[in-house]
């Protein structure tokens, strides 16, 4: 297949087989039609941008009920709030600003922009996450972000001094409509900036399961300043983020209207040394999930044989590929624990688990739980403390399959 990013050849290194859509929790009456694709991965030899062989179409993804909802962690309301201020005190210094997000959700981070009295748009398909988002008063455009819709905005709002996305331009196959939208949408000196799962993090520590249908690409400096370029925009700064396992916040911004920083030329040269993708690291890469999943279920089947049960806990898109993937069903895990009402009393994608409440959680009693959310295992392990205060136990499989 050619590259989706700039059309150069891609060489697949991961094949996980057969998959449902990670986001796609289902009443049991809908079992019998869900939707498979495969998933896999390549690396683009031309741009060494990393991307799934197949894509999803959107509209199966992003539709009205897409249950996911930015606000359920604590510490990612924190990271966006400070990241709203950050962008207002760095990059909203004209007469009457204007900020667009990509993907806003429920409103996590144009909340606290809505509160400061400056103007903002979040354009999001997902029309019942996006009436959380209203609902806290921001101003939002229920559509998919391409050339069409910028082109729209900048007619009804005016130029957009800042353009940012989390977690969201990774979803995005067409990224030439993206380019071309922001190029249509920004002032000239404004900036388009935008944080995604970063492939360093991934490789170094196989979180694999930030790989399934809605990340459809797993960005690096080299492949996003390769992107930048080739539609007149440049990579000016790079800042890794804790979040979600390891993240890369990229600014972008037309080329030759702001410097870039330092630390740009410095993040790619390490990606150029440790050869992050390199075949025979990639290939390392493969062995290691191969390996985490064997011990993952390992340990799971011993500790269900010697009596002991096992449940799970955030019923997560990643965990999807996990399960799927490693085979982990009802006959290793009876039930992921969740606070999303959305998802309650449905069963997870592919394996059928079935998804229930928090306060279930208290009664069921189980003797270990897996943190499918293991990026939020801070905050959950200290929330969830009278449950370890009682001898129960979390199996984490990233980096490698260890108890805690
Ligand atoms: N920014 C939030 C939400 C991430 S989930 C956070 O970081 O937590 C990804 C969001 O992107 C979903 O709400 C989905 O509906 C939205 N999305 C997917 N494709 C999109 C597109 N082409 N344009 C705008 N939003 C999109
Ligand atoms: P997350 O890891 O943020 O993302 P993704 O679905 O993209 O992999 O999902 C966290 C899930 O865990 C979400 O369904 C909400 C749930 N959750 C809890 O049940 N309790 C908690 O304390 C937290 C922080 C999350
Ligand atoms: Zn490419």
Not at 58 to 70: I, K, N
Not at 252 to 259: D, K, Q, V, Y
Not at 292 to 304: A, K
Request: with cysteine; proline share 4%.
């Amino acid at each position: 297949m050619s590259c989706r990013a700039c059309s150069g050849p891609v060489e697949e290194f991961f094949d996980f087989g057969r998959h449902p859509l990670s986001d796609a929790f289902l009443l049991p009456e809908e079992i019998a039609d869900e939707f498979f694709y495969r998933l896999a991965v390549g690396v683009c030899k031309s741009c060494t941008m990393v991307q799934l062989t197949e894509e999803v179409p959107r509209d199966r993804m992003f539709r009205e009920d897409y249950p996911y909802q930015s606000s359920m962690s604590s510490g990612m309301r924190d990271h966006f709030t400070r990241t709203a201020h950050q962008l207002m005190e760095e990059r909203c210094h004209g007469a009457d600003p204007f900020v667009v997000e990509i993907g806003c959700n429920d409103g996590v981070m144009l909340k606290t922009v809505a509160e400061s009295g400056i103007r903002h748009l979040g354009v999001d398909p997902s029309r019942d996450v996006v009436e959380l988002a209203a609902d806290k008063g921001v101003q939002v455009l229920v559509d998919f972000f391409q050339r069409s819709t910028a082109a729209q905005i900048k007619e009804e709002h005016g130029p957009a001094d800042v353009i940012y996305a989390a977690n969201t331009i990774c979803h995005i196959p067409y990224l030439d409509s993206v380019f071309e939208g922001v190029d249509t949408l920004l002032t000239p000196d404004g900036v388009f900036v935008f944080e995604d799962p970063y492939l360093g993090d991934v490789v170094e520590r196989t979180s694999f399961d930030q790989i399934y249908d809605e990340h459809f690409y797993l960005f690096s400096a080299s492949s996003v300043r390769a992107t930048a370029r080739r539609f007149g925009f440049e990579l000016v700064d790079v800042e890794r983020l804790p979040v979600h396992g390891g993240e890369v916040r990229y600014t972008i911004a037309r080329a030759g209207h702001h410097e870039p920083t330092p630390g740009v030329a410095h993040m790619i040269a390490e990606e150029n040394r440790r050869q992050i993708v390199d075949a025979a690291i990639l290939e390392q890469f493969a062995m290691q999930v191969k390996r985490n999943c064997e011990d993952l279920v390992s340990l799971i089947r011993r500790l269900r044989e010697s009596g002991h049960s096992v449940a799970a806990y955030g019923a997560t898109a990643k965990s999807a590929t996990v399960t799927n993937y490693c085979g982990i069903g009802t006959d290793l895990v009876s039930h992921i624990f969740d606070s999303t009402s959305a998802k309650q009393g449905r069963v997870s994608p592919g394996m059928h688990i079935p998804i229930r409440s928090l306060e279930d959680l208290s009664s069921s009693r189980p003797d270990y739980l897996l943190l499918f959310a293991w990026n939020h295992a801070e905050e959950i392990i200290a929330r969830e403390a009278h449950f370890r205060e009682k001898g129960g136990k979390w199996i984490l499989y990233v980096p490698e399959v260890h108890v805690v």
